[in-house]
């Protein structure tokens, strides 16, 4: 008799077999119908996360992952929900577990911890660029794909900005123990972005040494190393090593290195290969990863639109508005709906991005990437626009900050491209129809 085969709501994906299970979550191989392409999907009961925390935590998961578009991160393709279940379909990851190959006492030669290293730091500065703290950076959320390239994963415990409290800084205690900054332990608020660089170092420490810097059966023993910074070197650690690592398991906050720092240090520097896919054809070196290189594809059709904030719009089967009740607080528009075909559409983005003395270049027929000439707090604004199809007649557009200051680019969204493209939108996200359709064609409704 022929096994009956799981396919999820939407029948987009087929659900495999079990391949890792969590408190909350079962973890299953997958593959997408159309494609035949391998995912990982990770099921949630709702039941069993009725608990606010519980909410707020896969809330914030979904939110950071959906910024998070990096070669080094686990990509979140898409979210479904049905009554009784959440689907995350996710980027299927073949490789296992960093903390495998360093398990048991295991340790790596230094060119290969500095090239897993290397991918760590740049996808953890991405995360910061977009405004996340992953507050979890450990062997075991790290993992490797079938080219041996590190992938960052589990957001579970992710920051967004939207969570620091008057004085800018977060105040949950979370992570795991021997990974987890000082400061974090002490409950008196901290810079998530510092506490991941705290993080790495323990990452890097154990991959040269194969076992952990601080370490103690006793918890308020381990927190006493924590609080006074107090490890040893192995002797087969070379000085340049231990410079670094000396540099960044700084107990003080203010004296650690940070990454752009790090990033200058010639042990990090040696036979770096950048991956820096977010930059224009022009400035980009070319990147080794596959992924990387399918950006570039161009199609006939836009892809199908599938953030979870419109799922509901399509399907009241997929309606996850019960379970995440966006806060109050005013965000950034950086998606709109149209009415206007997709070519018009990028015409009008590549038009107005050039009044504002952007360069641009079409990754392919439904994607735009835009650089500022001019150099900002951070460097030069680079956007992403990128054109899907949601629904007969309607598309959607979204804008991603791929580099540069944030509220560089909350000024781009809102007071640039707002007015340069009022003709064409329907709607903006998070805004009443009645503030966001002058201009649009036809009776347009709230799709936020």
Request: net charge neutral.
């Amino acid at each position: 008799m022929e096994e009956q085969r799981h396919i999820l709501p939407g029948g987009k994906y087929e659900k495999g077999r079990l391949i890792g299970t969590g408190t909350f979550a079962k973890v299953y191989y997958g593959r997408e119908l159309s494609t035949g392409d391998s995912v990982a999907i990770k099921v949630i009961n709702k039941d069993q996360i009725r608990d606010q925390a519980m909410v707020d935590q896969i809330q914030r998961e979904i939110s950071a992952t959906r910024l998070l578009r990096h070669p080094n991160i686990v990509e979140l393709r898409e979210v479904l929900a049905t009554k009784s279940k959440i689907y995350y379909v996710m980027e299927y990851v073949s490789g296992g577990e960093l903390f495998a190959k360093v398990a048991g006492g295991g340790r790596l030669k230094e060119d290969v911890a500095r090239k897993y290293f290397q991918q760590l730091i740049s996808a953890v500065d991405f995360c910061h660029s977009r405004g996340v703290s992953h507050r979890d950076i450990k062997p075991e959320n790290l993992l490797l794909n079938g080219n041996d390239d590190l992938r960052i994963t589990d957001f579970g415990f992710s920051a967004l900005p939207e969570q620091k409290r008057y004085d800018g800084l977060l105040h949950t205690q979370c992570g795991t123990p021997a990974y987890v900054a000082p400061e974090v332990l002490r409950r008196k608020g901290y810079d998530g972005a510092k506490a991941d660089i705290w993080s790495c170092g323990v990452v890097l420490y154990v991959l040269l040494a194969g076992f952990l810097p601080f370490q103690d059966e006793n918890l308020m023993n381990l927190y006493r190393k924590i609080f006074k910074a107090e490890y040893e070197f192995p002797p087969w650690f070379s000085a340049e090593t231990r410079k670094l690592i000396s540099k960044i398991l700084m107990a003080d906050p203010e004296r650690r290195i940070s990454i752009q720092g790090i990033m200058r240090v010639s042990w990090y520097r040696r036979g770096l290969c950048r991956q820096n896919s977010f930059r224009l054809k022009n400035e980009r070196a070319s990147s080794p990863d596959p992924a990387a290189g399918s950006m570039k594809k161009s199609t006939s059709s836009p892809a199908f639109f599938n953030a979870f904030e419109l799922i509901s719009s399509m399907s009241s089967g997929f309606d996850l508005s019960t379970l995440f009740e966006i806060k109050e607080k005013k965000k950034v528009a950086s998606i709109f709906t149209s009415k206007f075909s997709a070519a018009a559409i990028v015409e009008r983005i590549e038009a107005a991005a050039r009044g504002l003395r952007f360069r641009v270049e079409k990754e392919d027929d439904f994607k735009v990437r835009m650089e500022a000439t001019e150099e900002g707090r951070k460097g030069a604004l680079a956007v992403t626009a990128e054109v899907f199809e949601m629904a007969t007649e309607m598309t959607v557009v979204e804008f991603a900050k791929d580099s540069g200051d944030t509220l560089e680019y909350e000024k781009f969204c809102e007071e640039d491209v707002r007015p340069a493209l009022k003709d064409i939108v329907w709607t903006w996200q998070g805004d009443d129809c009645a503030s966001s359709c002058g201009g649009g064609d036809g009776d347009a409704t709230d799709n936020s």
